[in-house]
């Protein structure tokens, strides 16, 4: 697959090629100094462009097309997954998977919404936007896991909850509240993580827990960029300023106390390595799972529900 | 020669009306007929002629279905913050302000208690008229302190919506309403108080979404829209004209998830019937 190269990165990529030229020619002419030079300086572009991301850049890397997807990090995180379809009453929603999987020692229920990587596969999985089959897949899945008292891992990553006809006659909103009302009882714990897209309601439909975690280039909000600029200024073309004023990254959100830990990614986005991006996340996993299998059922319902009756800022 | 075409539009009684004193007369838009604002009220704010059910505000339907003066209202002070300090073609805050000065309340929900039939209840009623009906912080936190009150004296929870949905000038705080509000009612489900989601032109996304189809029963009002994606989005992307009738009340309620469509002047009567049914 081409590799995708956002526009910021650009100059990025062509320091780099200009290096691997004079790296070529350096076996004839003695430019060593100046290949060093250019290192540095790629080197340099790089801190200065990936540290100092703008919020509506940070929106391009949460879609980077090779950036690792629901499938990718149960892969590499689980060992004996078992997916399991269907909502048992209208079909198998592909825009979501799950099954019961281990993490190395935790026997987890781990479920997620899955882009596809090519115009086929993203038709198979509807872009990852779910219809209500969907939503009630996965709450039939959750329910599995506290039958069995396993622990929910849900992946977030969705550009919206599929906003369609007959996903209105099947009833959309009904299904996302359900799970809402009913994840907010689940008696085992839920642990959620906003890997790439966290789109309104269709990502939270599946995103109540007890911690939420999010990747750092990952963003979550209310509306997409586009769509709050069509709204809001009447035009596609300011997403940059919607993408600002939503205060949709992961470090906005902790501030608010909506998202509860940051997950690094490796230098550069998820992107760059999925080995080490699945790695990193695993560990968090891991030390989050440990906390909380140790909290008895009433209190973790307890302190969920406490959790989200006081998200909210107003004045009085 | 154009006025010896003159057509019946022309000389329609839209056209009379900037000539009666201002604010005495309403078209329907269903059927055009015009009415005097004595008569609409007197009818329930529904046509007298379709019986087309006008937009109203928590004023009204307080009016409509509440027992004289058995309002109270509670937490009418809070009001929204800026906690983005959000800006687009003008600041956040400023366009609060301006709201409410324009339609003299604080937010897009007014909440207390009150009695039905002599039935104490706790009451929520949005209104559409501030920004839309939108779900931003306050919404969330007046109805879950609302649940608490309804907890608390074991009364009925009663709320009408009337909203496009999440506020976006809160961001992901408005989408935590979400959330906020269904975890709420499970604990009013767990102690067995009933709540009646009554959803009412045009209830859509996030409250949709979450309290309003969350009710015991959920009830709509006649030819409501009622909905997850709004029509104009659903149309763009399935590139077709949506069927007639589509997200309408009777359409939800064809497809399962409304008890019942009532029209406004049946409400009162319809809501302590049922309470009186299940207590």
Known sequence: MAKTILDFEKPIIELEEKLSEMKKLSDNLNIDNEIKIIEEKVQHLKENIYKNLTRWQRVQLA??????????????????????HGDRNFKDDKAVVGGFAKIDEYKVMIIGQQKGRDTKSNLHR?????????????????????????PVITLLDTPGAYPGLEAEERGQAE??????????????????????????????????????????????????????????????????????????????????????RIVQEPFGGAHKDHNAMALILKNVIKEELSLLIKTKPEKLIQNRVKKFSELGVYEE | ???????KQNIHPNS?????????????????????????????????????????????????????????????????????LFIDSKKYSQRIDETIKKTQLNDAIKTGVGKINGIEVAFGCMDFSFIGGSMGSVVGEKISRLIDKSLKHKIPLIIISASGGARMMEGAL???????????????????????S??????????????????DINIGEPKALIGFAGPRVIKQTIGKN??????????????????????????KNFISTFINLVS
């Not at chain 1, 879609?63 to 399991?84: A, K, S, V």
């Not at chain 1, 586009?226 to 300023?241: A, G, H, P, T």
């Not at chain 2, 009777?250 to 029209?263: I, N, Q, R, S, Y």
């Open chain 1, 63 to 84: 879609r980077h097309p090779e950036r690792p997807y629901t499938l990718d990090y149960i892969y590499l995180m689980t060992q004996d997954f078992i997916e399991l």
């Open chain 2, 174 to 196: 408005s989408l935590m309403q979400l959330a906020k509000t269904s975890v709420k009612l499970t604990l009013l489900a767990e102690e067995k108080i009933p709540y009646i």
């Open chain 1, 126 to 150: 509807n872009f990852g936007m779910m219809n209500p089959e969907g939503y009630r897949k996965a709450l039939r899945l959750m329910k599995l896991a506290e039958k069995f008292n396993k």
């Open chain 1, 175 to 260: 299904a996302i509240a359900r799970n809402l009302f009913e994840m907010a009882k689940l008696k085992v714990p839920i642990i959620v993580v906003i890997i790439g897209e966290g789109a309104s309601g269709g990502a939270l439909g599946i995103g109540l827990g007890d911690r939420i975690l999010m990747l750092e280039n990952s963003w979550y909000s209310v509306i997409s960029p586009e769509s709050c600029s069509s709204i809001l200024w009447r035009s596609w073309e300011f997403k940059e300023q919607a993408a600002e004023a939503l205060k949709l990254t992961a470090e906005d959100l902790i501030k608010l106390k909506i998202i509860d």
């Open chain 2, 16 to 84: 009379e009306k900037s000539d009666l004193p201002d604010g005495l007369w309403e078209k329907c838009p269903s059927c055009s007929e015009i009415l005097h604002k004595k008569q609409l009220e007197n009818n329930f704010w529904s046509c007298v002629k379709c019986e087309h059910h006008f937009r109203i505000g928590s004023q009204e339907y307080i009016k409509l279905l509440l027992d004289e003066n058995s309002f109270t209202e509670i937490n009418k002070k809070i009001r929204s913050g800026d906690p983005l």
């Open chain 2, 1 to 7: 020669m154009a006025w010896f075409k003159r057509s």
């Open chain 2, 242 to 267: 949506l069927p007639e009738g589509f997200q309408t009340s009777e359409f939800v309620l064809e497809h399962g998830f409304l008890d019942k469509v009532v029209a406004r002047k049946e409400m």
């Open chain 2, 198 to 215: 009554i959803l009412t032109d045009p209830t859509t996304g996030g409250t949709t979404a979450s309290f309003a189809m969350l009710g």
